[in-house]
């Protein structure tokens, strides 16, 4: 005979397998089931514990009495793992129920303080198995308790009562019918006991064990797959009003090109690409009057929708007061007075602003923190021009700001650039640079504005390869043909 098998062990067999396939199954509908990864995995492996631990009680249960050897040794191992998993399965207990208060801030202390608890509950076990402190076998392989049997206990109702604190303690972050799942979990064990003690041969305590975790793990998945609905539903939501505010933003930046088609003076084009949906990057150019063009190039402090908000209320305001005919400095004084006006949240802005009067060629610009604009003559090649640069835009108020002049004879191009282009880093995080700028600037004869832009996007693009974007990519570059 290889097993002990009665009545009592039939009806046990026949409540392990109920709780093994119960278990099954909820193992099927978790894996399924839509919630954070790491969260359905920590569900899984919860489970396959319960499948071990009621196991091995069965297995130990059903080799009693036998004398062979090889079941010596086998159930001595089998009664070890079922006294460790009983004492892992209270650990993992305690950090699910601090999950489901969202105390994560203390889940690393209190951690460290369950896998001492069950590092010693570990070496009392294998100590344990040598002098018999908590349980023996006798010379006929019968399992019997010693009389510091409930010593074994001793770790899984510490961390037990540690699991009835948080509850009691964060009782008010966790959901009302999880709370009472997980109370569920911890009394069924401890009720199944007394009917153990009348009728001892039926393990109760197994089986309510197996269902009170079951009815636990369903009401947890259940509160997570709601929630998790609603952050999809509410995930779609942002999406689409993004998508809208990508679409808002795109529509506020020229777009159109060719820009001008009745002006042959000059050829203009540009580009934005966001690092986010939105950015905080932007580029304008306008007529301020019959013979004078108004071009701005400004980088937004931070990304994303506040970047976008703050970026629209400075382009309107920087594009006003250059319409209002103010010179390229008086035009940023302006704007920044008015941003300092309101700024709680302290956002600024770089912003570099010309004006070309389209007759002379004459390019007047002032610089307040932005890069420097490339400049390249008709015979040449581009170069950086380095402009004395002023506070930022939003900073303090009060600033004041130099401007100075270029003039751009037939055939010359002005490029306009945010450090998003710059600043853009490969897989080893090496930026771009200005000096490789200037080289995809000059690295053909280009002979549009577009042909500019596409040269150095490709560029930057081979550089950067599969590394993600994380500013703003955004140029503008025009090329003055004078007036016939």
Known sequence: MIFNISLGNLINVFMIAAGIGICGLSIVQISKAPVEKRVRKYFVFFLWMIIGYITMHLTRQMMEGITMPAVSVAIRVVTFIEFFISGLMALMLSLMILYSASEERIVKKVTVVLLALLGVHTVMLIVSQFAGIYYYFDENNVYHRANLYLLSNLTPALMLVQDMYILIKYRKRIEKHVIVAYWIYIIAPLAAMGLQAIFPVVQFVIFATVGAAVNMF????????????????EASRIDAELSMATRIQTDMLPNI?????????????????????????FYDFFFIDEDRLGIVMADVSGKGVPAALFMMASKILVQNYAIMKKSPKEALEAANNQICQSNREQMF??????????KTGVLTAANAGHEYPAIKTPDGKFELYKDKHGFVIGGMPGVRYREYE??????????????????????????????????ALNAEEYDTPSDVLGGVHKAVDAFVKDAPQFDDLTMLCLKYNGKD
């Open 218 to 233: 369903a009401v947890i998945t259940r509160d997570l797959t709601e929630k998790f609905e609603k952050q999809r539903v």
């Open 406 to 439: 270029i003039k751009l004879e037939k055939g010359s191009m002005l490029f306009l650039y945010t450090d998003g282009v710059a600043e853009a880093s490969n897989a080893g995080e090496e930026l771009f640079g200005a000096e490789r700028l200037t080289e």
């Open 257 to 281: 090109f060719p820009a001008f088609p009745e002006r042959g003076e000059f050829d203009i084009f540009a580009s934005m690409k966001p690092a986010k949906e939105v950015g905080g990057d």
């Open 349 to 358: 802005v770089t912003v570099w602003l010309g004006i070309l009067d389209l």
